[in-house]
């Protein structure tokens, strides 16, 4: 890459130059100045480098410019630090070789300001990029440097193994090593230091130019793929002992253009510039693909002929141009449009008759629809998550899983995420092919056109990678002769002989994304069954490349067959943080309503109120604008807002009923005669009725047995918040689900009693309670399970909303005619730090027994209970401040002692 000839200037025994403060190697930082490169430089002349920090200072040996690319400074500069390095002003003097003589003269002087940088032992760099604007040098001239602060010892052990290396060189024997060379991105030993050199310093470059496009919100998703894309290629590219002349010298070519970017104005300011910083951002990603493909497979350019477009030197060729090409159009020399070069394995010559055979395969247009996207700033964290996922290199180990389910509940975002991850991939050409179930399948089957149904998932797939990867087209083309196979609805066929056996006579380069979306969508039944079976099962039998984003709710069977999936990646969306779905559903609203808002019709408050409403649900928040931004004859929209704000629930303005009964019916399916609607009602009413959700387990044990209450539980997935972790809280995923299903004239056959279940979980509190006698010893509230807690708070709020009936008189009798149930009762509450509440439940007693007198026949047995209960809470002044009382808790003899909040 450059010839460096002997330093000039002040030496130490090793021919190190060092600075002219003194070196203190026993403590101290300094300012380490490394990986100095030049780029376009007039050729056959010799440079050095001078850095000035303060009175400091330290010089290169001469380098020599052979070639017009680029040439660098092997060594290390060292500076002594001053006390205060919060800002640094480093000056840069470049020094010409004089033709005559062993002189220099300087040509030209940069200053550059640096802020913040760490300190040792936190390996974080600073890279700085400059033009060098000197007479007679080319506009393109640029140099760039890395900077980093380290320790003295660690300084001394730097220079101590650049030493070493170069006598190494000069030796040609191996001399022992002293010093591990930092590296970033692995903790493995670098030993291969022809590999470093050309790989290392371009990565430090293109982790500074993501730094710098971060806040371009349309660059900064792809800027960080492509540096960790590049990143793995050169892990496995360090493991080679030399690398070829040709990735030399694309790597170099890739090095310069990053430096004329950096060392250019804000991207920011001009869009011509975002745009061609984007696709150059995305020709480094395809590069850093070919690079990993490269250094795993050493009989790559053997192998070209069938499986790569012309040879290894071609398609590095072809990257150098591209990259040259885009430098240009930033400069604007020139009126181009230049196109990625992505290495597809593939011929572009495409025949009549492969034409023919392909389109006789079904295809169905399900594909992802841009206007469907996320906005730009929400669900980032997710979307970056996935995209790492799916350029992870790739690994015939198993350590990459093949599919990524994103899972969550109904309206939850999951299709939004997977349009904009659809989107993202297919800009960069590597969407294999994206299919999207609609909302509602069984209305979109019934318009006119082709049906959606699982039987075109494979099919879409083999189309839309036969019209990206011309070698695998051609290898379908080839298997598919017969048009009963090309037609054929088993999706097992379709898998092995027009998926997998194609797969096998290719050599894909990089890795390849495939969406599904909606699959909980598809109608039960064997076609559901055989897909989710080759998905959990077989996909391991395709080449590693493919990658599987799957988004659905929770259903039961997917959760099933993904339960023995060997290659999965899960993320839940309920496990979001909650003040990030909060902050997302409210930069989404900011969104929709911006010119409203900006003209003062919607306020920050009236934001808030509504974005409160959504309890942080996307669905929920995209209707609720829809319903204000809706023209309406004689109605603005501040009228619609005011209306909103005025009602307590929004069911029928934003048409929910409609949505729920259609998820209720996808699950359940009942009709007025079926059996199981006593189940269903029973164990929905449950939940819909609690005063405080219950995990799975106490929600069972409020349940009679012979219930079977798993039957229903374990299918409710799409519609609760809790199903897949047992001591997670089971509730609805929006209060509003209750709303509906509460009210007879929108849920219909899905109706729940509400006045029966107040009646049952009465009894069933009262039984809780009950159920066991307590040790002398106050018992751990872990041994409390979460149906007794429950039943202890809420049992006579359930008895309020209960009218009479023998049934409870005769449970709320058998529990209060014992001191024993009460004392047990006190102390659960005491021990909970709950003893506040038992006021309001002694009054729902008392007060139910005193409306239902005339009916009962143990009157004075109630009666009598809650009269004692309600001296003890007299007697101890037990109000809202009190928290719970010294044990033991005798009953009815009061004790003394309150501890207050």
Known sequence: MSTVSGPSGSQNANGRLVSSGRRDVEGGRQLRIWNLRAFHFPTKKKYSVEVNLGPASSSTGLAECVSNSSFSWSDSLFIDLPQDTNQLEVTFRIHQKRTIGHWTKPIYEQTQTLSSLSPPNQQSIRVLAFKIPAPDFSPDAAMSVTISIVSSMEAARIASQEARDRANQISGHALPSTIDVVDTLSSARDNAQPIYEAVYPFLDKIQAFVEVVDKVSELHPYA?????????????????????????????????????????????????????????????????????????????????????????????????????????????????????????????????????????IPFIDASFQTEKQCHPETRTGVIDNIARWANRPISTDGSVPRIFWLRGVAGSGKSAISHSIAHRFDQTKRLGCSFFFPENLENANKKRGPRVTAEFVVRNVVTGLSNLIDQFRKSVVDKATQRELRQTDSITRQFEELFKAPSADVQFVGPFLIVIDGLDKIPTGPTRNTLFEILAKRLGELPPNFRFLISSTPDHDIKAAFDKCGYLQSFDLQSLDSSEAMRDVTTYVNSRLAEEIDAGHFTPEDV??????????????????????????????????????????????????????????????????????????????????????????GLIALIPKDQFPHALLDFLGPLFIGTFEPSAKLEPFHSSLRTFVLDKGRSKIYHIDKATQHHQLTC?????????????????????????????????????????????????????????????????????????????????????DQANTPLMTDHAVVLGSGERLQEFIDHHQINDTVLSLPEPIVFPVPIQGIVTA
Not at 684 to 691: H, K, Y
């Open 608 to 697: 808030i109120a509504l974005v409160k409403r959504t309890e942080s649900h996307f669905w929920y928040a995209a209707a609720a604008c829809d319903y204000i931004l809706a023209d309406a004859a004689g109605e603005t929209l501040c009228d619609r807002w005011t209306y909103m704000k005025s009602l307590d629930d929004w069911n029928g303005i934003l048409k929910l009923s409609q949505r729920y009964r259609a998820i209720f019916d996808h699950i359940f399916r009942l009709t007025v005669d079926d059996p199981r609607l006593a189940r269903y009602r029973l164990i929905m009413g449950r939940i819909m009725t609690l005063f405080d959700p219950l995990d799975t387990e």
């Open 224 to 360: 960080k793929i492509a540096w960790s894309v590049m990143s793995f290629g050169y892990k496995v590219l360090k493991n080679q002992k030399e690398i070829d002349d040709d990735v030399n010298s694309l790597l170099d070519t890739m090095d310069d253009v990053y430096t004329f970017l950096l060392a250019s104005e804000p991207l920011h300011e001009i869009q011509a510039h975002k745009d061609v910083a984007r696709r150059l951002i995305e020709q480094t990603r395809e590069c850093g693909f070919f690079i990993q493909h490269y250094a795993k497979d050493k009989s790559l350019a053997v192998r070209t002929v069938k499986n790569l477009s012309g040879t290894v030197k071609k398609n590095i060729k072809s990257f150098q141009d591209s990259f040259q090409n885009l430098k240009a159009e930033f400069l604007g020399t020139a009126a181009i449009n230049t196109e990625i070069v992505v290495i597809r394995v593939w011929e572009l010559q495409q025949s009549a008759f492969e034409n023919i055979v392909l389109q006789d």
């Open 764 to 848: 069933a509190t009262l039984q809780a309670m009950s159920a066991r006698p307590i040790a002398n010893g106050h018992p751990p509230v872990d041994d409390l399970r979460s149906h007794l807690r429950y039943a202890c708070r809420f049992w006579g709020y359930h008895l309020k909303e209960t009218i009479y009936d023998k049934e409870v008189e005769q449970e709320l009798v058998k529990w209060s005619s014992t001191d024993h149930n009460q004392l047990r009762w006190l102390r659960i509450l005491n021990h909970m730090r709950k003893l506040a509440e038992v006021r309001a439940l002694v009054t729902h007693m008392i007060s139910w």
